[in-house]
């Protein structure tokens, strides 16, 4: 069987790699189309996936957001009707539901983001709609026809790959002295927040800590390897999780994947998300998991470094198999 995997963002990857490997040990013949945003390319250059680079990232403003989407949406009907897969399926792709449903391939669409806008195409255009149980009874999924096709895994999407991984957990580091942080989302549509607005406690940390930028883009690289963050280490390119767990003492984000993969798997964690909550997210504080402070202060970052214990609860983790299951069946039924 022919599967189409479309990827238009980076932590997609990561969901998918756990698939695409089960699927090459059955011998399924896979067709990997990509946007060329944020650090997709190279993590599917480090997987060693052989992909088709269609579009690049999405512009800024709604004009240029509409053309440049209108423009990959043509380009990718054109590569996907000449290559015909049997199936297709995507972890937030916009583009893929559309499609799919032009040419007639049954689509799977999965999104743990409610305020995405491409959720619109993804519900009505996909043939079978996945989403966490976080989403259950959602207001907004009453106003969709939805019923028909819609299904709910446990735990959240970042629990669904990572429970395939798990080397991650014996991973041990000598010494976890590093403060990691994950930007704000610049460019993507849903994100309205401000700007840089952590860089001064960043510095601030910087004087006391270790502390790596995990930077989503080349712009964001820029902005961090300006003279005034010379204390402060920018990954230039992705780094691997596992070495992100080892050395990790704790992480803040301002929302995403990352955020979420890293609180899984037990590190302290701190959201400083600016925009309203997900319901994936309000998930994890509710399992112990993870602390939302958006308006967290050096201190309150110092007094949580000085604490050694933490509460983390691995049930989400290991439900995250029970939701690899269940997803893997429901993509290679869709033919039924």
């Not at 992909?51 to 380009?75: D, E, M, Y």
């Not at 955020?259 to 997210?281: H, K, M, N």
């Not at 399992?287 to 970052?301: A, N």
């Not at 983790?317 to 033919?335: A, D, R």
Request: proline share 5%; net charge positive; glycine share 4%.
């Amino acid at each position: 069987m022919k599967i189409w995997i479309d990827f238009i963002n980076t932590p997609q990857v990561s969901f998918w790699i756990p698939f695409i490997r089960t699927w090459e040990k059955e011998n399924h013949e896979l067709l990997l189309t990509c946007r060329d945003s944020g650090n997709t390319v190279a993590l599917l250059r480090l997987n060693g996936l052989n992909f088709h680079v269609i579009g690049n990232k999405a512009g800024k403003g709604k004009w240029q957001k509409s053309t440049l989407f209108t423009q990959r949406l043509a380009r990718l009907y054109t590569f996907i009707r000449k290559n015909k897969p049997d199936i297709a399926a995507s972890q937030s792709s916009f583009y893929q539901p559309i499609v799919s449903r032009l040419l007639r391939i049954p689509c799977l669409y999965t999104n743990d983001n409610e305020h995405a806008k491409g959720n619109l195409f993804g519900f009505r255009y996909a043939s079978k709609v996945v989403l966490p149980i976080a989403f259950k009874g959602a207001d907004f999924l009453q106003k969709t026809n939805l019923q028909q096709k819609v299904a709910f895994y446990p735990s959240v999407k970042e629990a669904i790959y990572l429970s395939q991984q798990p080397d991650l957990l014996s991973v041990n580091g000598s010494v976890r002295d590093v403060i990691y942080f994950r930007p704000e989302p610049w460019s993507a549509q849903y994100y309205k927040g401000p700007l840089n607005f952590f860089d001064e406690t960043l510095l601030k940390l910087s004087e006391e800590y270790k502390v790596v930028i995990l930077p989503r883009d080349k712009n964001q690289v820029e902005h961090y390897n300006q003279p005034k963050f010379s204390r402060i280490n920018v990954a230039e390119k992705p780094l691997a999780l596992k070495e992100i767990v080892r050395n990790c003492r704790l992480f803040i984000g301002a929302g995403g994947s990352m955020t979420r993969e890293l609180a899984v798997l037990g590190i302290p964690v701190i959201s400083i998300y600016q925009e309203e909550t997900l319901r994936v997210d309000n998930y994890l504080v509710e399992k112990g998991c993870l602390s939302i402070q958006p308006k967290v202060t050096y201190r309150e970052i110092k007094a949580i470094l000085d604490k050694k214990e933490t509460t983390n609860d691995l049930s989400v983790l290991n439900e995250g198999t029970e939701s690899y299951k269940m997803i893997q069946n429901l993509i290679v039924n869709l033919k039924q």
